[in-house]
């Protein structure tokens, strides 16, 4: 019976969600206008993958509540430097994704795709085995534990290239069910492992190996490409991937740019204040990213509807996030810092406003990234740049205003963004129109 009901499900899948380059909406003069049965089909898959995104995001926060729970305070800090130094891994995989995703409306067989995704998970392996030797003397970590943490990066690598796969071919269901295997094998065996045996080395082991066993599972998940060790090799692919990550990793030294400005111009308290100010803001940032992943293998057209569908989507969900950080402020800040944290109250919105911005700057990160042009990273890098001159050198030094200098940074990028973006599809259309 199960069997028969996922054959089903993956048949009926493999119809619905058919690949973008197949005609599912009207063209009209170069751009596409997406049918109302689209949008609700497309609204669906934001829902279907905004589950499945859930899942790795809480399991990832239970992990660090267990860790602040469970371990001292000295291997504490060295779980938060491999949390952020595996957070800075992720580009490459999320550029990884956003890679495969775009190609694969263009190729009938996906097993090269697959093929180049291991070979970079290889070359990732062996990067982090050289990267952790400094490392390990930098954070006072053992060399063989931050090497086995950060060695999870290489499957995930790969299983980012599972979900690029079903990302690009609209396979939501599937999309969903890789997320979720993501999550599970990243998280339940160091949350476990913890509570049994609250050291270093247990999380170590658990991120490894339990990745391993995602990107196994995942690749079942996938349903074909079994051989895919057997592909034709390409060569081609890893110009787009470097520019797909470094484009990514400047959104993400955006993003994260301001908790190291408040760790070097606050004090100790008022920084670790901010630290539970940005948990807020990064809910923000991450609790639409449903609508960008599904929206984006539509992006790479000239289709300003898509777009603006993935920037109302992201901007509705952020101005709800922050009415509730608005109006129940004790609610956000107790529920992620507790009320050790009330100083808090009247300013968490702003942190709310700040993550929702980096949000719909993403939106529009990605619309470019979808058509090949990661020029736009060269502003988001300036973007960093002048926000840390700013609060170090300019504005006084309190919470407020670095997150107020942040806010008006993101914001005066999004303007820029938006203008280069619109000023781009005109000209497309003015150009097609010629031909």
Do not use: C
């Given at each position: 019976?199960?069997?028969?009901?996922?054959?089903?499900?993956?048949?009926?899948?493999?119809?619905?969600?058919?690949?973008?380059?197949?005609?599912?909406?009207?063209?009209?003069?170069?751009?596409?206008?997406?049918?109302?049965?689209?949008?609700?089909?497309?609204?669906?898959?934001?829902?279907?993958?905004?589950?499945?995104?859930?899942?790795?995001?809480?399991?990832?926060?239970?992990?660090?509540?267990?860790?602040?729970?469970?371990?001292?305070?000295?291997?504490?800090?060295?779980?938060?430097?491999?949390?952020?130094?595996?957070?800075?891994?992720?580009?490459?995989?999320?550029?990884?994704?956003?890679?495969?995703?775009?190609?694969?409306?263009?190729?009938?067989?996906?097993?090269?795709?697959?093929?180049?995704?291991?070979?970079?998970?290889?070359?990732?392996?062996?990067?982090?085995?050289?990267?952790?030797?400094?490392?390990?003397?930098?954070?006072?970590?053992?060399?063989?534990?931050?090497?086995?943490?950060?060695?999870?990066?290489?499957?995930?690598?790969?299983?980012?290239?599972?979900?690029?796969?079903?990302?690009?071919?609209?396979?939501?269901?599937?999309?969903?069910?890789?997320?979720?295997?993501?999550?599970?094998?990243?998280?339940?065996?160091?949350?476990?492992?913890?509570?049994?045996?609250?050291?270093?080395?247990?999380?170590?082991?658990?991120?490894?190996?339990?990745?391993?066993?995602?990107?196994?599972?995942?690749?079942?998940?996938?349903?074909?490409?079994?051989?895919?060790?057997?592909?034709?090799?390409?060569?081609?692919?890893?110009?787009?991937?470097?520019?797909?990550?470094?484009?990514?990793?400047?959104?993400?030294?955006?993003?994260?740019?301001?908790?190291?400005?408040?760790?070097?111009?606050?004090?100790?308290?008022?920084?670790?204040?901010?630290?539970?100010?940005?948990?807020?803001?990064?809910?923000?940032?991450?609790?639409?990213?449903?609508?960008?992943?599904?929206?984006?293998?539509?992006?790479?057209?000239?289709?300003?509807?898509?777009?603006?569908?993935?920037?109302?989507?992201?901007?509705?969900?952020?101005l709800l996030y922050i009415l509730l950080g608005f109006f129940g402020s004790e609610f956000v800040v107790n529920a992620i810092g507790g009320s050790n944290y009330a100083i808090l109250y009247q300013d968490v919105w702003l942190f709310a406003l700040e993550g929702t911005l980096?949000?719909?700057?993403?939106?529009?990160?990605?619309?470019?990234?979808?058509?090949?042009?990661?020029?736009?990273?060269?502003?988001?890098?300036?973007?960093?740049?002048?926000?840390?001159?700013?609060?170090?050198?300019?504005?006084?030094?309190?919470?407020?205003?670095?997150?107020?200098?942040?806010?008006?940074?993101?914001?005066?990028?999004?303007?820029?963004?938006?203008?280069?973006?619109?000023?781009?599809?005109?000209?497309?259309?003015?150009?097609?129109?010629?031909?």
């Amino acid at each position: 019976m199960w069997r028969s009901l996922v054959a089903r499900f993956v048949r009926d899948e493999e119809v619905v969600g058919s690949n973008p380059a197949t005609p599912t909406a009207k063209e009209e003069d170069g751009d596409v206008t997406t049918t109302p049965a689209e949008k609700r089909r497309l609204i669906q898959g934001v829902v279907v993958v905004g589950i499945g995104l859930a899942v790795p995001q809480g399991l990832a926060y239970v992990t660090s509540v267990v860790a602040a729970r469970t371990l001292d305070q000295a291997s504490f800090g060295a779980f938060g430097a491999i949390l952020n130094s595996i957070q800075i891994g992720t580009t490459v995989a999320l550029g990884m994704q956003a890679l495969i995703a775009r190609r694969v409306a263009t190729m009938k067989s996906y097993g090269s795709l697959l093929k180049f995704a291991l070979e970079v998970s290889l070359i990732v392996l062996v990067g982090v085995a050289i990267l952790s030797y400094p490392l390990s003397y930098l954070f006072n970590i053992e060399y063989w534990i931050l090497f086995l943490a950060l060695a999870s990066l290489a499957p995930f690598v790969f299983i980012s290239a599972q979900a690029g796969i079903a990302q690009g071919n609209e396979f939501f269901f599937r999309l969903a069910g890789i997320y979720i295997v993501l999550g599970l094998g990243r998280s339940i065996f160091a949350i476990v492992g913890l509570l049994a045996n609250p050291a270093l080395e247990v999380v170590a082991y658990s991120f490894f190996f339990g990745m391993l066993g995602s990107a196994f599972v995942g690749h079942f998940i996938l349903g074909s490409h079994r051989k895919f060790i057997k592909s034709k090799r390409i060569n081609h692919e890893y110009s787009g991937l470097v520019k797909a990550t470094q484009a990514l990793l400047a959104l993400y030294v955006l993003v994260n740019v301001d908790v190291l400005l408040a760790r070097v111009v606050l004090s100790a308290e008022d920084s670790g204040i901010y630290s539970v100010g940005m948990l807020v803001a990064k809910v923000a940032f991450f609790l639409p990213q449903a609508v960008t992943v599904v929206l984006f293998p539509r992006m790479g057209k000239n289709d300003s509807s898509v777009l603006r569908l993935a920037l109302l989507g992201t901007s509705g969900i952020g101005l709800l996030y922050i009415l509730l950080g608005f109006f129940g402020s004790e609610f956000v800040v107790n529920a992620i810092g507790g009320s050790n944290y009330a100083i808090l109250y009247q300013d968490v919105w702003l942190f709310a406003l700040e993550g929702t911005l980096f949000a719909i700057l993403q939106v529009l990160l990605y619309g470019r990234i979808a058509r090949e042009d990661t020029s736009v990273s060269i502003m988001l890098w300036v973007g960093s740049i002048v926000a840390s001159l700013l609060v170090v050198f300019v504005f006084p030094r309190t919470i407020e205003n670095v997150v107020l200098v942040l806010i008006g940074t993101t914001f005066i990028l999004i303007i820029i963004a938006a203008i280069t973006e619109k000023n781009h599809r005109a000209n497309s259309r003015k150009g097609s129109s010629r031909t």
